[in-house]
């Protein structure tokens, strides 16, 4: 496996990689601290295609003034050998400088609407910060597909539609969520939780399952699955930041039409956890 630093380098190597036939090229954007769910992206990036560039970037345009930028887990050499153990073939890993060289990028990219429901009111300008960092790696690695996890279910939508609406020649595949055995989760900011907490935190699944097993057996009352899993939070002492049951695909309030997407985000000591299941598909 190849660790590249430089955009110039990245392209190279992409348009090696496409004269010796090996497409297609997929992309699984990261910004590291590699767990068992990273795995899983790109495991299933590595059947869907040849060369497969894992990219490992703290994206500072992303991160709120008050957020865990600075104290975000930077672990290289562990999340080195986990993607060379997946068989990626380079590992885009470039610098803050490479990716904004002169400063935060001033061209941005948000989608009205959609960047600031759910946890775009507790993080306004978050999803601006993704789109943005996505569609310039989208232009450096210039992927056939790229994964993503469908844990970060509003930025899956996001994503999704700006590859729409920006006509990005980019398949973009979600990978199921990947859990710890009590149900919680996978997520970097997990170690951020000490044992009572993740046993807390478990709570956030339990009730998204609670609400599920309703829709199952023919529940469709949005404020009825919203409140499952508000009491199930409860029980266990957690407030939830939201809980909305919406449409997986435009983030609107789900009434009835189109495919659900029962979803949360909660604090539990120092960690910001969300988490979703799709309903009814
Ligand atoms: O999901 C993430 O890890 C990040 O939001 C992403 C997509 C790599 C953009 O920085």
């Known amino acids: 496996m190849k660790v590249i630093r430089t955009v110039r380098e990245m392209r190279a190597a992409v348009a090696?990689?496409?004269a010796a036939g090996k497409a297609p090229v997929a992309l699984v954007p990261t910004m590291g601290a590699f767990h068992a769910g990273h795995r899983a992206l790109m495991r299933r990036a590595r059947e869907l295609a040849p060369w497969v560039v894992v990219s490992l970037f703290v994206n500072p345009l992303q991160f709120g003034p008050a957020e865990d930028y600075g104290r975000y887990p930077r672990p290289f050499d562990e999340d080195r050998a986990q993607a060379e153990a997946e068989g990626v073939d380079v590992l885009f890993a470039p610098p803050v400088e490479e990716m904004y060289p002169d400063g935060p990028s001033r061209t941005r990219v948000t989608i009205p609407g959609m960047s600031e429901v759910l946890c775009g009111r507790a993080r306004p300008t978050h999803f601006t910060g993704v789109l943005t960092v996505v569609a310039k790696l989208f232009n450096i690695v210039q992927?056939?597909?790229?994964?993503?996890?469908?844990k970060d279910g509003q930025q899956l939508a996001l994503i999704r539609r700006m590859v729409q609406d920006l006509n990005f020649p980019v398949q973009v595949v979600g990978h199921p969520t990947v859990r710890e055995a009590g149900g919680l989760a996978l997520?970097?900011?997990?170690r951020y939780l000490d044992a009572a907490e993740t046993e807390r935190a478990r709570s956030l699944y339990r009730g998204l399952s609670r609400a599920r097993a309703a829709w199952e057996a023919g529940e469709r009352d949005p404020a009825r699955l919203v409140e499952l899993v508000v009491e199930?939070?409860?029980a266990a002492g957690v407030e939830p930041e939201y809980v909305e049951l919406v449409r997986s695909?435009?983030?609107e309030p789900w009434t009835g039409e189109g495919p659900a997407m029962l979803a949360v985000a909660a604090r539990v000591g120092a960690a910001r956890l969300i988490d979703n299941v799709r309903l009814g598909s």
């Open 16 to 18: 090696a990689a496409r």
């Open 143 to 150: 992927p056939d597909l790229a994964v993503f996890g469908e």
């Open 249 to 251: 695909d435009t983030l």
């Open 187 to 190: 997520s970097s900011r997990n």
């Open 232 to 234: 199930t939070l409860a």
